[in-house]
C-alpha cells in the first residue's frame, strides 16, 4: 500500500520561514514532488526531489531522504499569497501518490 | 502554448445519471492521468491513458471508465453517480512512462456535484 502523511495544518507569520514534513512508505519510489494548492485552483509545481539533499529554488527549498522515507517543504520570507495547500506526492512510474496537503496560514 | 484543458469546469448532476468530463494534454505531451480530489483531501489516482489504452489504474470502481483518441484528449466517464462521487476531477498529462516525471501538468479541474 502507498502511506503519505503531512500535518494537517500550520500557521505562520508574514517574513517568517515555515517548513512543512512530508513522511512517506510507498511499494516504489521514483521521485517526491511538492505542489501548491489554491483553494478551488489545481496544484501547481513547486520542486521536484529524486535523490537525497536539498533542492533551492528561490524562496522555495526541498529536502529528501529516501532512507528515512522523509521529505520537508522549506518557505523562506513568506507572504500573504503563501496561503495555501501543499501537497506532498511521490512518484512511482508516472503515478502519482498525494498526501492530503498541508494548509497553511499566513498571518500579517 | 495552452496547458492541459478540462471542460465543463462546473457540473451539477442528480445520482444514478452518468457524466462525462473532458481534458485535452499540454501540448507535446501524449499521456493523460485523473485524479478525484473530495473537499480537504489530497487527490487520489483515478487512471492513466497512453496510446489510447488504459495503462495504469487506481483503487475505483468499474463506474469510473475513461477513453482517449488519437489527437491524445481524454474522457472520464462515471457512470450511476453516488453522492460520494462529489469531488474536483483534475487531469493531468505529461510524458510517458519510463520518461521524465518532470513535465507533469494539472489542469484546474472539473467540480462535480451529485445531488
Known amino acids: 500500500g502507498q502511506n503519505i502523511d503531512q500535518p494537517t495544518e500550520m500557521t505562520a507569520t508574514e517574513g517568517a520561514i515555515v517548513q512543512i514534513n512530508c513522511t512517506y512508505q510507498t511499494s516504489g519510489f521514483n521521485g517526491l514532488f511538492w505542489y501548491q494548492q489554491h483553494a478551488g485552483e489545481a496544484p501547481t509545481f513547486l520542486s521536484y526531489n529524486v535523490l537525497d539533499g536539498l533542492e533551492e529554488k528561490g524562496r522555495f527549498s526541498s529536502f529528501l531522504s529516501r532512507s528515512k522515507g522523509y521529505s520537508y517543504l522549506l518557505l523562506k520570507e513568506l507572504q500573504m499569497k503563501d496561503s495555501a495547500s501543499y501537497l506532498c506526492a511521490v512518484t512511482n512510474f508516472n503515478k502519482f501518490y498525494f498526501g492530503s496537503g498541508t494548509k497553511l496560514n499566513v498571518k500579517p | 502554448d495552452a496547458g492541459v484543458t478540462q471542460s465543463p469546469t462546473h457540473l451539477i448532476k442528480t445520482r444514478g445519471q452518468q457524466v462525462t468530463l473532458r481534458c485535452s494534454p499540454k501540448?507535446?505531451?501524449?499521456?493523460v492521468s485523473w485524479y478525484q480530489q473530495a473537499l480537504g483531501q489530497g487527490p487520489q489516482f483515478i487512471f492513466q491513458y497512453y496510446e489510447e489504452e488504459e495503462r495504469q489504474r487506481g483503487n475505483f470502481p468499474d463506474r469510473f471508465s475513461g477513453h482517449q483518441y488519437p489527437n491524445y484528449s481524454s474522457e472520464l466517464n462515471v457512470n450511476a453517480l453516488l453522492l460520494g462521487d462529489s469531488a474536483l476531477y483534475l487531469c493531468?498529462?505529461?510524458?510517458?512512462?519510463?520518461?521524465?516525471?518532470?513535465?507533469?501538468?494539472f489542469g484546474s479541474g472539473t467540480r462535480l456535484t451529485v445531488v
Open positions: 493531468a498529462s505529461g510524458a510517458p512512462l519510463g520518461r521524465e516525471n518532470y513535465g507533469y501538468t
Open positions: 501540448s507535446g505531451h501524449d499521456t
